[in-house]
């Protein structure tokens, strides 16, 4: 199918572990993104990614690594879980719609807990 | 820093009524602002995008407004129905997208 997939859609992990969140998408965008949603604090990006080994910090990138060796990949690395971290990962891709328009393309997301 | 409220977090109308959710942006130098919508558990949808240039968009009961010089955009949901239960998130785009925390609309059948 078509779209963004993220993967694994939940994960427990236990703090000082290092984890990597998957992002792929079956488009060719070159943008790619990574946020993260907690309550309070609507979404927030972490980095994001204008193409292949472009890659650049958002809002809130501390503790996280990113990488992009290929389009259609951006993986998210945790290399260090903190407690803090656990959230809602959304990955997403800018795109064209149906009318032209440029516009967000979001994953399912990845459900983090960190014991 | 781009800084995006949203007003009310949360609310509850019976079935029928029109919805007016909104949305304010510090910094008006802006590309364009996106409605999201935001099921429980599940990823975000695209429900409108404004270009800078535009005052409006419409999509079936949904129209949106865009006043970039006061920093606000309103989503109006005519006619609404228990289906329309959701989160719904404004998104500016100044290059990058800049979320408000979003509005909880519940629709009382």
């Known amino acids: 199918d078509a779209g963004i997939t993220q993967s694994p859609r939940y994960k427990i992990t236990e703090t000082g572990r290092q984890v990597t969140l998957m992002c792929h998408q079956t488009w060719s965008h070159s943008y790619m993104f990574w946020y993260r949603q907690d309550l309070g604090h609507g979404l927030r990006l972490i980095y994001y990614s204008a193409a292949a080994d472009i890659t650049d910090k958002g809002e809130v990138p501390d503790g996280y690594v990113v990488s992009r060796s290929k389009t259609e990949n951006f993986p998210l690395t945790l290399e260090s879980a903190t407690r803090s971290q656990t959230s809602v990962y959304f990955c997403?891709?800018?795109?064209?719609?149906?009318?032209?328009?440029?516009?967000?393309?979001f994953g399912p997301g990845t459900r983090l807990l960190v014991l | 820093k781009q800084e995006v409220t949203q007003i009310p977090a949360a609310l509850s109308v019976p079935e029928g009524e029109n919805l007016v959710l909104n949305c304010s942006f510090t910094d008006s130098a802006i590309y364009n602002l996106q409605w999201f919508r935001q099921d429980p558990g599940k990823g975000l949808t695209s429900l409108l995008l404004?270009?800078?240039?535009?005052r409006e968009q419409t999509s079936g009961r949904l129209n949106a407004s865009l006043d970039k010089s006061s920093g606000r955009s309103t989503l109006y949901i005519a006619a609404s129905q228990p289906g329309d239960s959701a989160t719904y998130l404004c998104a500016v785009n100044d290059y990058k997208l800049s979320f408000g925390a979003g509005t909880t609309v519940t629709v009382r059948a």
């Open positions: 404004i270009q800078s240039s535009q």
């Open positions: 997403a891709t800018t795109g064209l719609a149906g009318d032209g328009r440029e516009t967000q393309y």
